[in-house]
C-alpha cells in the first residue's frame, strides 16, 4: 500500500505542476515563424444569410488563393454570437487560428492581450501600404498612436431606411434630416398598430451603437483623455435618455422592441408594420424577407440640425469588420500573403458587393457597384461623418454595462414606469461602477 | 476476500492464455507480494479513472483557485501566468455588498436562491404526482411515460431556444393563449425583460427538470412491494393514507439523492438562463452562474470571475455537507 500511495502522490504532484505551469498560458512569441508555410487557417465571422452561404461564397476566392500562392486555406465560419469566446479561448490556449475576422469595435480590447501582429508600417508595406486604406476604418482598428491590431476588410456604417409607401400614405415627401423632424414624422406615422421607428431593445452592441453617436452629437465620448469611464456625463445622459424617449415619451417605438434582439426589427419593417428603422447596409435582408428594392429609401442619420459632418453632426460609428494574423502563427508570411489577397482591390470588390459593405480599399469603392443609392449614403457617412467607437481597452465592458444600462431602461419604458434624467443616470452611474480598471 | 480468488492479477490475460499448461512458465513469472495483490489491485483498477478525475476536474479547479487570486485582465489572458498576484483583493471585491459589483452578486445570489426553491419545489412535485399516477396500469401508460421524458431527452439548446420564441411579447403563442384567446390580461405581457422574466425562467426550468424526478421517482416506486398497499387497504387504509405511510416513506433515500441532486444542478444552470435571455439577463432573473460568466468572459475580468466561482463552489460543497449530514442522520435514526 505504501508504494500505491507513493505512486499516486507522484502522480499527484506531476499533474498539479503540469497544471500550474500550464498557468504561462498560450506562447507569447514575437512574430510568429514559418515552420508550416504551405498552409493557413482561417476563422472568417458569419457575414450572410447563413454559414454555408459564407462558405460558398469563401470557398472560391480560398481556391483563388491556393492556386496564385499554393497555400491552402482551412476556412472555418464562426457566428457572431461564438466568435469573441472563442477568439479569447484561443488567446489563453495559444492554439488558434492564423488569420481571422475580429469585429472592429473589439480591435482596442483584443489589442491589449498582445496575441494579434501590430500592423506596424512594416507589416502594412507588405500588403500595399497603409493609405490604401481609409482613415476612419484603420482609426477602428486599434488603440490611437499604437500600431493597429488588425487590417479593415469590410466597412459599414449606418443609415435610415424607411418604407416609401407608408411614409407617402402619411402625407411625408421627404425621410427626415433632423431628430426633431423624425419625431414629427414618427407621430404621424404611429397609429393603426403600425409604429414609427425599429429598435433592438435588448442587444447590448446595437444600443451601444446608437447611444455613442447621440452621446457624439452630445458632445460625451463615454471615456474620458485618460481613457477612463465617463458615462454620467450630462451629455451621457442626454444621449441616453433621447435614445430611451423614442419609445418612453415620444411613443414612435412599439413597446415590444424592448426585448428585441434578433433583428426582428428588420422583420417588422420588412412586413409593414415599422416606417424606419436604424442600420447598416439592410440591403440583402430586406430581399431575403421578400422586400423589393423600390419599396424603401435610404437616407443619413439624422442629427440635431444642419447636416451631417463631424463632431455634434456625426451619425454613425465606423462599423465593420477587421483581419487579423495571430502572432504566434507558424505561417507568418502566408497569412501575410492572404491578408494582401483578401484587401486586394479586386477581392475586394468581390467581397464587399456580395455582402452588401463598403470596401475600406480606397481604388475599389470606385466600382459603380458602390455607387448604388444606399450604399452612397452608407459610403459617404462612412468618408465623412462616422466616427469609431473609443479604441480603449475595456471596450468590451463598455458595451456590457452601457448597453444593459439602456436595455434596463427600455425595460423601463416597455413596462410604463417614467424614464426621467435622473434615472438614466443612475443606471448610467451603475454601469460605470461595475467598470473595474 | 476468500480464499477462492487464487488467479495472479499481476499476469495478464495474453500472457495466461499462452501459457496455459505450462506450469514452468507459469513459475518463471514475476512474483507480485501477495498484499499488494490483495490490497492493491482495486486501487490500481481505480487508477485510470483518478488520473482522468484529476485531468477533468481537480486540475481545472485549482487552477480556477490560483486564477482567482491574480488580476486577470485582458492584458495577460495570452500570457495568464505573468498575471500580477492580488492577494485576497478578488474576494474582497466580490463580497464588498457595499460596492456595485459585491451588491450585484449578492443580489443574483438572492434571485438564485428563490429560483433554485421554486424550480426544484415544483420539479420535485410533478415529478412525485406523475410517478404515483402512472403507477396504476392502464391503457396508454407507456405513451403517456415516453411522452413526459421528452423534455429530458431534447437537447437543451433547441428546447430552450423554442420557449424563448414562446415567449415572445407580440408574436408568441404565451401571450397568443393567455391574451388573445383567454382574455386572462389587460395587456400583452413581457417574458424575457422585466419582473415577469423570473417566472419565464422557472417554468422553463421546471419544464426541463421535472422528468428527471419523475424518471428516478417511477424506478424507486416499482420497489416497492405491492403486498404492502394491499394490506393496507384491507386495514382500511385510503389512497391519500397509502401515499402518506407507504409511498413517502419509501421513496425517502431516492428522495433524498434526487433533491441534492436537482438543487446542485439547478443552481448551477447556466444554459437556461443564457439561451432564454442572452449574456445579460434581466435583474429579476440574473443567475449567479450568469453572473459569473459576465464577469469572467463579457467584461473580462477572469480574476474577479475565478473569485465568484470559488465562492460559489464553497457554498455549494457546505449546503451539501449540511444536506448530507442531517439526511444521513435522519437516515441512521430511522434504523435504529
Redesign the interface.
Known amino acids: ?1 505504501r ?2 500511495r507513493a505512486a ?1 502522490a507522484v ?2 504532484a506531476i ?2 505542476a ?9 506562447t ?1 512569441t514575437d512574430g510568429g515563424s514559418n515552420e508550416a508555410p504551405k498552409t493557413l487557417t482561417y476563422w472568417a465571422s458569419n457575414q450572410g444569410p447563413s454559414i454555408e452561404a459564407d462558405k460558398k461564397i469563401l470557398t472560391p476566392e480560398l481556391k483563388k488563393f491556393e492556386k496564385e500562392t499554393g497555400i491552402k486555406v482551412k476556412l472555418e465560419v464562426v457566428p457572431w454570437a461564438d466568435l469573441l ?1 472563442r477568439i ?1 479561448a484561443a ?2 490556449s ?1 492554439q488558434g487560428p492564423d488569420v481571422l475576422n475580429i469585429g472592429n469595435t473589439w480591435s482596442a ?2 489589442q ?4 494579434l501582429l501590430p500592423w506596424d508600417d512594416k507589416n502594412f508595406e507588405a500588403i500595399g501600404g497603409r493609405d490604401r486604406f481609409i482613415d476612419s476604418a484603420v482609426a477602428s482598428a486599434g488603440k490611437e498612436g499604437e500600431p493597429p491590431a488588425a487590417v479593415p476588410l469590410y466597412s459599414l456604417s449606418y443609415a435610415l431606411y424607411y418604407n416609401k409607401k407608408m411614409f407617402a400614405d402619411a402625407g411625408i415627401t421627404t425621410p427626415p434630416a433632423t431628430w426633431d423632424q423624425l419625431v414629427k414624422d414618427g407621430k404621424k406615422l404611429s397609429k393603426d398598430g403600425k409604429w414609427a421607428l425599429g429598435a433592438e ?2 442587444n ?1 452592441s446595437n444600443n451601444i451603437h446608437q447611444a455613442f453617436v447621440l452621446g457624439q452629437q452630445h458632445s460625451a465620448d463615454f471615456f474620458d483623455e485618460q481613457g477612463k469611464a465617463d458615462f454620467t456625463s450630462d451629455g451621457a445622459v442626454a444621449a441616453v435618455k433621447q435614445y430611451v424617449d423614442f419609445m418612453a415619451k415620444d411613443k414612435i417605438i ?3 422592441n ?2 428585441y ?1 434578433q433583428n426582428q426589427s428588420l422583420t417588422d419593417f420588412a412586413k409593414g408594420k415599422t416606417a424606419m428603422v436604424l442600420w447598416q447596409a439592410a440591403a440583402t435582408t430586406f430581399a431575403a424577407q421578400g422586400m423589393k428594392p423600390e419599396d424603401w429609401g435610404v437616407a443619413p442619420v439624422p442629427v440635431p440640425a444642419g447636416a451631417p459632418g463631424t463632431g455634434k453632426q456625426t451619425n454613425s460609428m465606423v462599423a465593420g469588420i477587421n483581419m487579423a494574423v495571430f502572432k504566434n502563427t507558424k505561417n507568418i508570411d502566408g497569412a501575410k500573403k492572404f491578408v494582401k489577397f483578401m484587401t486586394s482591390d479586386a477581392e475586394q470588390k468581390i467581397l464587399c458587393k456580395t455582402y452588401g459593405s463598403i470596401p475600406p480599399v480606397k481604388a475599389a469603392q470606385s466600382d459603380p457597384a458602390f455607387a448604388a443609392p444606399d450604399l452612397k449614403v452608407l459610403r459617404d457617412t462612412l468618408a465623412t461623418s462616422a466616427a469609431p467607437l473609443p479604441q480603449v ?2 471596450e ?2 463598455f458595451e ?2 452601457v ?2 444600462a439602456v ?2 431602461l ?2 423601463d419604458a ?2 410604463g414606469t417614467p424614464v426621467t434624467t435622473e434615472s438614466v443616470k443612475a443606471r448610467l452611474e ?1 454601469a460605470q ?5 | 476476500m476468500t480464499a477462492t480468488v487464487t488467479t495472479d492479477p499481476g499476469v495478464d490475460k495474453s500472457t495466461r492464455g499462452t501459457s496455459r499448461g505450462s506450469g514452468d512458465a507459469r513459475r518463471k513469472l514475476p512474483r507480485i507480494p501477495d ?2 495483490r490483495r ?2 489491485l482495486p ?2 483498477l481505480l ?1 485510470p479513472a ?2 482522468l478525475e ?2 477533468i476536474h ?3 479547479m ?2 480556477g483557485i ?1 486564477m482567482s487570486f491574480r488580476q486577470l ?10 498575471a500580477p498576484w492580488t492577494g485576497l483583493d478578488n474576494y474582497r ?1 466580490a463580497v464588498d455588498v457595499d ?3 459585491g451588491e ?1 452578486l449578492l443580489h443574483s445570489f438572492f434571485v438564485t436562491c428563490v429560483f433554485t426553491f421554486f424550480a426544484v419545489g415544483l420539479s420535485w412535485l410533478l415529478g412525485v404526482a406523475a410517478a404515483i399516477m402512472l403507477q396504476e396500469n392502464f391503457r396508454g401508460r407507456g405513451v403517456l411515460r415516453a411522452v413526459f421524458l421528452v423534455p429530458y431527452a431534447l437537447p437543451v439548446y433547441a428546447a430552450v431556444i423554442t420557449w424563448a420564441f414562446m415567449f ?3 408574436n408568441g403563442l404565451i401571450n397568443h393563449v393567455l391574451h388573445d384567446q383567454l382574455g386572462l390580461t389587460d395587456q ?1 405581457s ?1 417574458w ?4 415577469n422574466s423570473i417566472y419565464a425562467l422557472i417554468i422553463v426550468s421546471v419544464w426541463k427538470g421535472w422528468p428527471f424526478a419523475f424518471l428516478m421517482l417511477m424506478a424507486a416506486l416499482q420497489n416497492i412491494p405491492r403486498e404492502l398497499y394491499e394490506a393496507a387497504s384491507i386495514d382500511g387504509a385510503g389512497i391519500w393514507q397509502q401515499i402518506r405511510k407507504i409511498t413517502m416513506p419509501s421513496l425517502r433515500p431516492v428522495n433524498q439523492v434526487l433533491v441534492l441532486v436537482l438543487f446542485l444542478w439547478t443552481f448551477n444552470d447556466f444554459n437556461t438562463p443564457y439561451v432564454l435571455f ?3 439577463a ?2 429579476n432573473a440574473d443567475l449567479i452562474s450568469i453572473h459569473i460568466y ?1 464577469s469572467s ?5 477572469f480574476g ?1 470571475g475565478s473569485a465568484m466561482s470559488v465562492l460559489l463552489l464553497l457554498f455549494l460543497l457546505v449546503v451539501t455537507a449540511v444536506y448530507l449530514f442531517f439526511t444521513s442522520r435522519g437516515r441512521k435514526g430511522a434504523r435504529a
Open positions: 500500500m508504494h500505491l499516486a502522480t499527484l499533474s498539479v503540469a497544471g500550474v505551469t500550464g498557468c504561462g498560458g498560450g507569447s469566446n479569447l488567446t489563453t495559444g480590447s483584443l491589449a492581450t498582445g496575441a431593445g435588448s447590448l412599439a413597446p415590444g424592448a426585448e434582439a481597452p475595456n468590451s465592458q456590457t454595462a448597453g444593459t436595455k434596463e427600455f425595460a416597455a413596462a451603475k461602477q461595475t467598470m473595474q480598471q | 498484499r499488494i490490497g492493491g486501487y490500481l487508477l483518478v488520473l484529476l485531468l481537480l486540475i481545472p485549482i487552477v490560483v485582465t485582458q492584458f495577460f489572458i495570452s500570457n495568464w501566468g505573468a471585491i460596492a456595485p459589483i450585484a415572445q411579447r407580440d400583452p413581457f424575457l425583460i422585466g419582473d442572452g449574456k445579460s434581466p435583474e459576465q468572459f463579457v467584461t473580462w475580468n474577479t
